[in-house]
Protein backbone atom coordinates (compact mmCIF):
# COMPACT_ATOMS: atom_id res chain seq x y z
CA UNK A 1 0.00 0.00 0.00
CA UNK A 2 1.30 3.55 -1.17
CA UNK A 3 1.81 6.45 1.59
CA UNK A 4 -1.17 7.82 -0.93
CA UNK A 5 -3.22 4.97 0.25
CA UNK A 6 -2.47 5.51 4.10
CA UNK A 7 -3.59 9.02 4.07
CA UNK A 8 -6.83 7.55 2.15
CA UNK A 9 -7.11 5.08 5.23
CA UNK A 10 -5.87 8.21 7.90
CA UNK A 11 -8.07 10.71 6.13
CA UNK A 12 -11.40 8.08 6.43
CA UNK A 13 -10.88 7.28 10.16
CA UNK A 14 -10.61 10.84 10.92
CA UNK A 15 -13.51 11.83 8.72
CA UNK A 16 -16.74 11.65 10.90
CA UNK A 17 -15.06 12.72 14.22
CA UNK A 18 -13.37 16.48 12.18
CA UNK A 19 -16.83 16.47 10.86
CA UNK A 20 -18.75 16.29 14.56
CA UNK A 21 -16.76 19.73 15.46
CA UNK A 22 -18.50 21.82 13.00
CA UNK A 23 -22.16 20.47 13.12
CA UNK A 24 -22.14 20.78 16.72
CA UNK A 25 -21.44 24.25 17.66
CA UNK A 26 -24.18 24.94 19.07
CA UNK A 27 -24.41 21.78 21.58
CA UNK A 28 -20.43 21.88 22.56
CA UNK A 29 -21.60 25.70 23.46
CA UNK A 30 -24.75 24.71 26.01
CA UNK A 31 -22.17 22.03 27.15
CA UNK A 32 -19.61 24.04 28.18
CA UNK A 33 -22.39 26.54 29.95
CA UNK A 34 -23.29 23.77 31.83
CA UNK A 35 -20.16 22.11 32.70
CA UNK A 36 -19.23 25.42 34.32
CA UNK A 37 -22.24 25.81 35.85
CA UNK A 38 -21.38 22.24 37.59
CA UNK A 39 -17.99 23.05 38.12
CA UNK A 40 -18.38 25.58 40.29
CA UNK A 41 -20.41 23.39 42.33
CA UNK A 42 -18.82 20.35 42.71
CA UNK A 43 -16.03 19.01 44.92
CA UNK A 44 -12.83 18.37 42.97
CA UNK A 45 -12.16 14.51 43.15
CA UNK A 46 -9.30 14.08 39.94
CA UNK A 47 -8.25 10.90 39.75
CA UNK A 48 -4.68 11.86 40.04
CA UNK A 49 -0.97 16.12 38.02
CA UNK A 50 -11.12 30.11 30.37
CA UNK A 51 -15.60 31.29 30.46
CA UNK A 52 -13.16 33.80 29.38
CA UNK A 53 -10.00 33.38 27.89
CA UNK A 54 -7.00 33.16 29.93
CA UNK A 55 -5.38 37.04 29.23
CA UNK A 56 -2.98 37.43 27.04
CA UNK A 57 -1.48 35.76 24.43
CA UNK A 58 -0.21 38.97 22.72
CA UNK A 59 0.93 38.65 18.97
CA UNK A 60 -1.01 34.94 18.59
CA UNK A 61 -4.81 34.85 17.79
CA UNK A 62 -5.65 31.83 15.37
CA UNK A 63 -8.93 31.76 13.78
CA UNK A 64 -11.46 29.60 12.54
CA UNK A 65 -10.60 31.22 9.21
CA UNK A 66 -7.18 31.21 9.02
CA UNK A 67 -5.11 33.40 6.21
CA UNK A 68 -3.88 31.78 3.06
CA UNK A 69 -0.26 32.58 4.00
CA UNK A 70 2.12 30.38 5.90
CA UNK A 71 0.89 27.15 4.68
CA UNK A 72 2.19 23.91 6.41
CA UNK A 73 4.81 22.39 4.47
CA UNK A 74 4.33 20.17 1.71
CA UNK A 75 5.69 16.33 1.91
CA UNK A 76 9.50 16.51 0.70
CA UNK A 77 10.03 12.81 -0.13
CA UNK A 78 8.71 10.33 -2.81
CA UNK A 79 5.51 7.81 -1.21
CA UNK A 80 6.93 5.28 1.02
CA UNK A 81 5.42 2.10 1.61
CA UNK A 82 2.75 1.50 4.30
CA UNK A 83 5.30 -0.63 6.13
CA UNK A 84 7.82 1.98 6.02
CA UNK A 85 5.77 4.46 7.64
CA UNK A 86 7.54 5.25 10.82
CA UNK A 87 6.95 8.23 12.78
CA UNK A 88 9.37 8.74 16.02
CA UNK A 89 6.94 10.85 19.01
CA UNK A 90 8.72 12.33 22.07
CA UNK A 91 6.00 12.74 24.96
CA UNK A 92 7.70 15.23 27.67
CA UNK A 93 7.12 13.80 31.41
CA UNK A 94 7.69 11.43 33.74
CA UNK A 95 8.26 7.99 32.49
CA UNK A 96 5.42 6.50 34.83
CA UNK A 97 3.92 3.23 34.33
CA UNK A 98 0.86 5.47 33.24
CA UNK A 99 3.10 7.10 30.25
CA UNK A 100 4.28 3.70 29.04
CA UNK A 101 0.55 2.32 29.28
CA UNK A 102 -0.40 5.49 27.14
CA UNK A 103 2.15 5.52 25.01
CA UNK A 104 2.03 1.83 24.22
CA UNK A 105 -1.96 1.76 24.00
CA UNK A 106 -2.18 4.80 21.78
CA UNK A 107 0.49 3.63 19.32
CA UNK A 108 -1.33 0.33 19.09
CA UNK A 109 -4.94 1.61 18.09
CA UNK A 110 -3.31 4.04 15.87
CA UNK A 111 -1.27 1.41 13.96
CA UNK A 112 -4.65 -0.19 13.91
CA UNK A 113 -6.57 2.63 11.89
CA UNK A 114 -3.67 3.97 9.84
CA UNK A 115 -0.88 0.75 9.61
CA UNK A 116 1.61 3.57 10.54
CA UNK A 117 4.05 2.97 13.43
CA UNK A 118 4.62 5.20 15.98
CA UNK A 119 7.85 5.06 18.35
CA UNK A 120 7.26 6.76 21.51
CA UNK A 121 10.11 7.91 23.78
CA UNK A 122 9.28 9.62 27.07
CA UNK A 123 11.34 12.86 28.11
CA UNK A 124 11.54 14.57 31.32
CA UNK A 125 10.72 18.07 31.61
CA UNK A 126 13.65 18.76 33.16
CA UNK A 127 15.77 17.69 29.60
CA UNK A 128 12.88 19.37 27.48
CA UNK A 129 14.14 22.51 26.62
CA UNK A 130 17.65 21.27 26.15
CA UNK A 131 17.27 17.86 23.92
CA UNK A 132 14.21 20.14 21.58
CA UNK A 133 17.33 22.42 21.24
CA UNK A 134 19.77 19.83 20.22
CA UNK A 135 17.24 18.65 17.87
CA UNK A 136 17.04 22.31 16.55
CA UNK A 137 20.88 23.21 15.71
CA UNK A 138 21.55 19.74 14.43
CA UNK A 139 17.92 19.53 12.57
CA UNK A 140 17.41 15.97 12.80
CA UNK A 141 14.85 14.17 15.77
CA UNK A 142 11.62 13.06 16.25
CA UNK A 143 9.04 13.54 13.87
CA UNK A 144 6.38 14.99 16.43
CA UNK A 145 7.59 16.39 19.79
CA UNK A 146 5.39 17.67 23.06
CA UNK A 147 6.79 21.46 23.70
CA UNK A 148 5.77 23.69 27.16
CA UNK A 149 3.29 26.02 26.54
CA UNK A 150 4.80 29.45 25.46
CA UNK A 151 7.72 27.49 23.89
CA UNK A 152 6.84 28.28 20.47
CA UNK A 153 8.88 31.52 19.88
CA UNK A 154 11.58 29.70 20.43
CA UNK A 155 10.98 26.75 18.52
CA UNK A 156 8.79 28.00 15.76
CA UNK A 157 11.39 28.28 13.15
CA UNK A 158 12.04 24.55 13.32
CA UNK A 159 8.09 23.46 13.52
CA UNK A 160 5.31 23.04 10.61
CA UNK A 161 3.13 26.10 10.55
CA UNK A 162 -0.22 24.43 11.33
CA UNK A 163 -2.58 27.44 11.25
CA UNK A 164 -4.70 25.68 8.52
CA UNK A 165 -4.83 22.84 9.74
CA UNK A 166 -7.72 23.72 12.58
CA UNK A 167 -11.15 22.83 10.77
CA UNK A 168 -9.86 20.37 8.68
CA UNK A 169 -7.77 17.70 9.60
CA UNK A 170 -7.72 19.11 13.38
CA UNK A 171 -10.72 20.69 15.12
CA UNK A 172 -11.55 24.12 14.99
CA UNK A 173 -10.02 26.28 17.72
CA UNK A 174 -13.13 27.05 18.96
CA UNK A 175 -13.20 23.09 20.08
CA UNK A 176 -10.55 23.91 22.34
CA UNK A 177 -10.18 25.11 25.41
CA UNK A 178 -10.19 28.77 25.98
CA UNK A 179 -6.86 30.12 25.87
CA UNK A 180 -5.42 27.00 24.63
CA UNK A 181 -4.76 27.67 20.86
CA UNK A 182 -3.47 30.83 22.05
CA UNK A 183 -0.52 29.32 23.95
CA UNK A 184 0.76 27.72 20.88
CA UNK A 185 0.88 30.28 18.64
CA UNK A 186 3.41 33.29 17.40
CA UNK A 187 2.77 36.01 15.27
CA UNK A 188 -0.62 35.02 14.46
CA UNK A 189 0.53 31.36 13.54
CA UNK A 190 0.07 28.07 14.96
CA UNK A 191 2.84 26.26 15.41
CA UNK A 192 1.80 23.46 17.91
CA UNK A 193 -1.74 21.47 18.58
CA UNK A 194 -2.67 21.47 22.02
CA UNK A 195 -2.63 18.98 24.83
CA UNK A 196 -1.70 18.08 28.17
CA UNK A 197 -4.14 20.80 29.80
CA UNK A 198 -3.05 21.96 32.86
CA UNK A 199 -5.04 24.63 34.92
CA UNK A 200 -4.31 25.74 38.69
CA UNK A 201 -6.03 26.67 41.83
CA UNK A 202 -5.87 27.52 45.75
CA UNK A 203 -6.52 25.06 48.01
CA UNK A 204 -7.19 25.14 51.29
CA UNK A 205 -8.24 23.65 54.30
CA UNK A 206 -11.75 24.72 54.97
CA UNK A 207 -11.86 23.84 58.74
CA UNK A 208 -8.55 25.86 59.39
CA UNK A 209 -9.65 28.55 57.49
CA UNK A 210 -13.19 28.65 59.54
CA UNK A 211 -11.41 28.58 62.23
CA UNK A 212 -9.21 31.92 61.03
CA UNK A 213 -12.88 33.45 60.46
CA UNK A 214 -12.58 32.54 56.35
CA UNK A 215 -15.40 29.64 55.51
CA UNK A 216 -14.57 29.98 52.11
CA UNK A 217 -11.09 30.86 52.08
CA UNK A 218 -9.30 33.51 51.38
CA UNK A 219 -9.73 35.73 47.77
CA UNK A 220 -7.20 38.47 48.29
CA UNK A 221 -4.21 39.13 49.62
CA UNK A 222 -4.91 40.94 52.72
CA UNK A 223 -6.93 37.53 53.64
CA UNK A 224 -4.28 35.61 52.87
CA UNK A 225 -2.20 36.87 55.35
CA UNK A 226 -4.44 37.77 57.85
CA UNK A 227 -5.84 34.35 58.35
CA UNK A 228 -2.40 32.45 57.81
CA UNK A 229 -1.15 34.50 60.89
CA UNK A 230 -3.97 33.61 62.53
CA UNK A 231 -3.91 29.59 61.65
CA UNK A 232 0.06 29.66 62.31
CA UNK A 233 -0.47 31.04 65.99
CA UNK A 234 -3.92 27.90 67.00
CA UNK A 235 -1.56 25.60 64.71
CA UNK A 236 2.03 25.21 65.78
CA UNK A 237 2.09 21.22 64.49
CA UNK A 238 1.65 22.16 60.91
CA UNK A 239 5.18 21.73 58.79
CA UNK A 240 4.19 25.56 57.54
CA UNK A 241 0.92 27.16 57.48
CA UNK A 242 1.35 28.53 53.87
CA UNK A 243 2.75 26.14 51.43
CA UNK A 244 4.95 26.98 48.08
CA UNK A 245 7.77 25.15 47.12
CA UNK A 246 10.97 26.76 47.07
CA UNK A 247 12.68 25.04 44.40
CA UNK A 248 11.68 25.68 40.47
CA UNK A 249 9.46 28.52 41.55
CA UNK A 250 9.57 30.80 38.82
CA UNK A 251 5.44 30.27 37.94
CA UNK A 252 4.76 30.83 41.17
CA UNK A 253 6.43 34.58 41.14
CA UNK A 254 5.32 35.17 37.83
CA UNK A 255 1.89 34.55 39.41
CA UNK A 256 2.68 36.85 42.09
CA UNK A 257 3.61 39.34 39.76
CA UNK A 258 0.24 39.60 37.47
CA UNK A 259 -1.43 39.42 40.24
CA UNK A 260 -0.50 42.74 41.22
CA UNK A 261 -0.92 43.87 38.04
CA UNK A 262 2.66 43.48 36.56
CA UNK A 263 4.84 41.89 34.17
CA UNK A 264 8.44 41.27 33.44
CA UNK A 265 8.22 42.55 29.51
CA UNK A 266 7.32 45.73 29.02
CA UNK A 267 4.15 46.10 26.99
CA UNK A 268 5.72 46.53 23.70
CA UNK A 269 8.06 43.84 24.17
CA UNK A 270 11.82 46.03 24.30
CA UNK A 271 11.74 46.41 27.89
CA UNK A 272 12.54 43.71 30.90
CA UNK A 273 10.23 45.46 33.80
CA UNK A 274 11.39 42.70 36.61
CA UNK A 275 12.28 45.99 38.69
CA UNK A 276 8.97 47.64 37.95
CA UNK A 277 7.52 49.26 41.29
CA UNK A 278 3.81 46.68 41.21
CA UNK A 279 6.72 43.44 40.89
CA UNK A 280 9.04 44.95 43.88
CA UNK A 281 5.68 45.28 45.77
CA UNK A 282 4.13 41.97 45.31
CA UNK A 283 7.77 40.49 45.58
CA UNK A 284 7.78 41.90 49.08
CA UNK A 285 4.42 41.33 50.23
CA UNK A 286 5.83 37.60 50.00
CA UNK A 287 8.81 37.69 51.10
CA UNK A 288 7.11 39.61 54.06
CA UNK A 289 5.47 36.69 54.71
CA UNK A 290 8.84 34.27 54.88
CA UNK A 291 11.36 36.72 56.72
CA UNK A 292 8.44 38.85 59.06
CA UNK A 293 5.20 36.76 59.39
CA UNK A 294 6.98 33.07 59.46
CA UNK A 295 3.67 31.55 57.71
CA UNK A 296 5.35 30.50 54.48
CA UNK A 297 7.79 28.08 57.03
CA UNK A 298 11.60 28.45 55.86
CA UNK A 299 10.88 24.75 55.25
CA UNK A 300 9.47 25.52 52.18
CA UNK A 301 13.06 26.67 50.78
CA UNK A 302 13.84 22.60 50.21
CA UNK A 303 10.41 21.71 49.00
CA UNK A 304 10.01 20.65 45.32
CA UNK A 305 6.34 20.59 44.11
CA UNK A 306 6.19 16.48 45.20
CA UNK A 307 6.89 18.06 48.98
CA UNK A 308 4.54 20.44 48.92
CA UNK A 309 1.86 18.09 47.86
CA UNK A 310 2.47 15.11 50.08
CA UNK A 311 2.40 17.46 53.52
CA UNK A 312 -0.69 18.81 51.69
CA UNK A 313 -2.41 15.58 51.54
CA UNK A 314 -1.09 14.64 54.67
CA UNK A 315 -2.39 17.31 56.59
CA UNK A 316 0.37 19.46 57.15
CA UNK A 317 -0.71 22.77 55.46
CA UNK A 318 -3.50 24.87 55.47
CA UNK A 319 -3.35 26.13 52.14
CA UNK A 320 -1.39 25.84 49.08
CA UNK A 321 -0.83 26.60 45.12
CA UNK A 322 -2.81 23.27 43.15
CA UNK A 323 -3.03 21.96 40.14
CA UNK A 324 -5.13 19.13 38.44
CA UNK A 325 -2.40 16.17 38.82
CA UNK A 326 -1.68 16.78 42.40
CA UNK A 327 -3.41 14.32 43.79
CA UNK A 328 -0.41 12.12 42.54
CA UNK A 329 1.37 13.04 45.68
CA UNK A 330 -0.39 11.67 48.37
CA UNK A 331 1.39 8.93 50.03
CA UNK A 332 -1.56 6.59 50.47
CA UNK A 333 -5.03 7.10 48.67
CA UNK A 334 -6.83 7.27 51.86
CA UNK A 335 -5.20 10.60 52.85
CA UNK A 336 -7.27 11.76 49.83
CA UNK A 337 -10.00 9.86 51.36
CA UNK A 338 -9.73 12.04 54.77
CA UNK A 339 -8.53 15.39 53.72
CA UNK A 340 -10.78 15.68 50.00
CA UNK A 341 -14.19 16.59 52.32
CA UNK A 342 -12.33 19.44 54.46
CA UNK A 343 -10.36 21.08 50.96
CA UNK A 344 -11.92 23.98 49.01
CA UNK A 345 -10.60 25.03 45.73
CA UNK A 346 -10.49 28.82 44.71
CA UNK A 347 -9.30 30.85 41.81
CA UNK A 348 -6.39 32.77 41.74
CA UNK A 349 -5.89 35.33 44.61
CA UNK A 350 -6.32 38.91 44.03
CA UNK A 351 -3.51 41.26 44.35
CA UNK A 352 -3.16 44.70 46.56
CA UNK A 353 -4.14 46.64 42.81
CA UNK A 354 -6.77 44.06 41.72
CA UNK A 355 -5.75 41.85 39.26
CA UNK A 356 -6.67 38.12 39.69
CA UNK A 357 -4.35 35.64 37.38
CA UNK A 358 -2.19 32.87 38.15
CA UNK A 359 0.43 30.92 36.03
CA UNK A 360 -1.53 27.24 34.37
CA UNK A 361 0.15 26.06 31.25
CA UNK A 362 -3.47 25.98 30.37
CA UNK A 363 -1.86 23.48 27.46
CA UNK A 364 1.05 22.39 26.44
CA UNK A 365 1.02 21.03 23.04
CA UNK A 366 2.25 19.05 20.16
CA UNK A 367 4.62 19.93 16.96
CA UNK A 368 5.92 18.92 13.89
CA UNK A 369 9.51 18.99 13.15
CA UNK A 370 10.14 20.62 9.57
CA UNK A 371 12.26 17.72 8.79
CA UNK A 372 9.70 15.21 9.02
CA UNK A 373 9.51 13.26 6.01
CA UNK A 374 6.13 11.99 6.35
CA UNK A 375 3.98 15.65 7.36
CA UNK A 376 0.84 13.83 6.54
CA UNK A 377 1.14 10.57 8.92
CA UNK A 378 2.08 12.93 11.72
CA UNK A 379 -0.51 15.37 11.32
CA UNK A 380 -3.14 12.31 11.37
CA UNK A 381 -1.20 10.99 14.64
CA UNK A 382 -1.85 14.49 16.43
CA UNK A 383 -5.31 14.79 15.36
CA UNK A 384 -5.72 10.94 16.65
CA UNK A 385 -4.46 11.55 20.14
CA UNK A 386 -6.85 14.32 20.11
CA UNK A 387 -9.86 12.06 19.85
CA UNK A 388 -12.12 11.84 22.69
CA UNK A 389 -11.11 8.32 23.56
CA UNK A 390 -7.35 9.22 23.36
CA UNK A 391 -7.92 11.97 25.67
CA UNK A 392 -9.96 10.53 27.80
CA UNK A 393 -7.47 7.76 28.46
CA UNK A 394 -4.99 9.91 29.04
CA UNK A 395 -6.85 12.23 31.99
CA UNK A 396 -7.45 8.44 32.80
CA UNK A 397 -3.89 7.52 33.64
CA UNK A 398 -2.02 10.70 33.89
CA UNK A 399 -4.39 13.13 35.79
CA UNK A 400 -3.69 15.37 32.14
CA UNK A 401 -6.97 17.43 31.94
CA UNK A 402 -8.20 17.38 28.26
CA UNK A 403 -8.17 20.30 26.05
CA UNK A 404 -11.23 20.31 24.09
CA UNK A 405 -14.32 21.04 25.76
CA UNK A 406 -16.56 18.09 24.49
CA UNK A 407 -14.67 16.03 25.89
CA UNK A 408 -15.29 17.01 29.60
CA UNK A 409 -18.49 14.85 28.48
CA UNK A 410 -16.89 11.64 28.33
CA UNK A 411 -17.97 8.82 31.23
CA UNK A 412 -14.09 8.33 32.28
CA UNK A 413 -13.43 12.31 32.40
CA UNK A 414 -17.28 13.17 34.42
CA UNK A 415 -16.12 10.43 36.60
CA UNK A 416 -12.83 11.69 37.84
CA UNK A 417 -14.30 15.66 38.47
CA UNK A 418 -12.36 16.99 35.39
CA UNK A 419 -15.32 19.06 34.63
CA UNK A 420 -15.03 20.91 38.16
CA UNK A 421 -11.59 22.71 36.80
CA UNK A 422 -12.86 24.30 33.61
CA UNK A 423 -14.16 27.70 35.77
CA UNK A 424 -10.63 27.97 37.26
CA UNK A 425 -9.44 28.55 33.20
CA UNK A 426 -10.20 31.92 32.73
CA UNK A 427 -7.89 33.02 35.80
CA UNK A 428 -4.85 31.52 34.37
CA UNK A 429 -2.30 32.02 31.49
CA UNK A 430 0.76 30.78 30.32
CA UNK A 431 4.27 32.94 30.14
CA UNK A 432 3.66 35.65 27.74
CA UNK A 433 4.52 34.74 23.60
CA UNK A 434 7.88 36.67 23.59
CA UNK A 435 11.14 35.46 21.94
CA UNK A 436 13.07 35.88 25.23
CA UNK A 437 10.33 34.93 27.58
CA UNK A 438 12.06 31.24 27.87
CA UNK A 439 15.27 32.43 28.83
CA UNK A 440 14.08 35.07 31.04
CA UNK A 441 11.84 32.57 33.00
CA UNK A 442 14.93 30.97 34.33
CA UNK A 443 15.64 34.15 35.68
CA UNK A 444 12.31 34.49 37.50
CA UNK A 445 12.71 31.37 38.87
CA UNK A 446 15.85 32.87 40.81
CA UNK A 447 13.51 35.38 42.31
CA UNK A 448 12.78 33.75 45.64
CA UNK A 449 15.25 31.36 46.45
CA UNK A 450 17.72 34.22 47.80
CA UNK A 451 14.68 35.61 49.96
CA UNK A 452 14.61 32.38 51.53
CA UNK A 453 18.52 32.03 51.48
CA UNK A 454 17.80 36.13 53.54
CA UNK A 455 15.39 34.55 56.15
CA UNK A 456 17.69 32.10 57.30
CA UNK A 457 20.30 33.81 58.03
CA UNK A 458 18.60 36.69 58.96
CA UNK A 459 19.89 39.24 56.47
CA UNK A 460 16.00 40.08 55.27
CA UNK A 461 15.55 43.97 55.74
CA UNK A 462 13.44 46.54 53.19
CA UNK A 463 15.71 46.53 50.75
CA UNK A 464 16.43 42.70 49.91
CA UNK A 465 13.44 42.59 46.87
CA UNK A 466 14.89 46.00 45.49
CA UNK A 467 18.44 44.27 45.19
CA UNK A 468 17.27 40.90 43.54
CA UNK A 469 15.24 42.36 41.30
CA UNK A 470 17.37 45.51 40.07
CA UNK A 471 20.38 42.87 39.70
CA UNK A 472 18.28 40.70 37.36
CA UNK A 473 16.36 42.87 35.56
CA UNK A 474 19.67 43.88 33.75
CA UNK A 475 20.56 40.11 33.15
CA UNK A 476 16.75 40.10 31.81
CA UNK A 477 17.41 43.31 29.78
CA UNK A 478 20.56 41.91 27.65
CA UNK A 479 18.42 39.16 26.96
CA UNK A 480 15.42 41.05 25.42
CA UNK A 481 18.16 43.46 23.74
CA UNK A 482 19.16 39.60 21.69
CA UNK A 483 15.75 38.57 21.31
CA UNK A 484 13.94 41.38 20.50
CA UNK A 485 10.18 41.19 19.39
CA UNK A 486 8.46 40.61 16.13
CA UNK A 487 6.90 44.05 14.34
CA UNK A 488 3.37 45.03 15.68
CA UNK A 489 4.05 42.86 19.14
CA UNK A 490 1.55 43.53 21.69
CA UNK A 491 1.50 42.53 25.57
CA UNK A 492 -1.02 44.13 27.41
CA UNK A 493 -0.57 43.52 31.45
CA UNK A 494 -3.35 42.15 33.40
CA UNK A 495 -6.11 44.36 34.27
CA UNK A 496 -7.59 44.54 37.72
CA UNK A 497 -11.35 43.04 37.89
CA UNK A 498 -14.41 44.17 38.34
Request: charged share 20%; glycine share 8%; net charge positive.
Amino acid sequence: MTQANVKMKISFARKNWISQFVSKEETMFRLTKILLFIGLLATIAVACSPATPAATSPTAKATDKPSATGATQAPTSAPAKSGDVKLTMWFMGADSPGQKQFSKEAADKFKEATGVTVVPETVSWADASRKIATAMAAGEGPDVTMIGSGEVPADYQSLLDLTDEFGKTLPPTSAFVAGSVDAQSYANRVYAVPYQGQFRSQAYRKDLWSEAGLPNGPTTWAELRDGALKIKKAHPELDSTLGMRGQGVEQYAASMLWQNCGDVISEDGKKATLNDPKNVAAIKFFADMVAKDGTFGLKNSEWAIADVGARYWAGNLSWTWFANTWVQYASKPEQITALQPKTGYLPALIGNNGCQTMFAPIANGMGIFKWTKQPAAAKAWVAFLLQPDMQALYYKLLGQLPVLTSVYDHPDVKAGGAGTWLPFAKFNKPYTLHPAMSQVALLIGQIIPPIYAAGIDKSYNDTTVQKILDDLNVKAQAIVDKNPPPPGYSNPWPKPVK
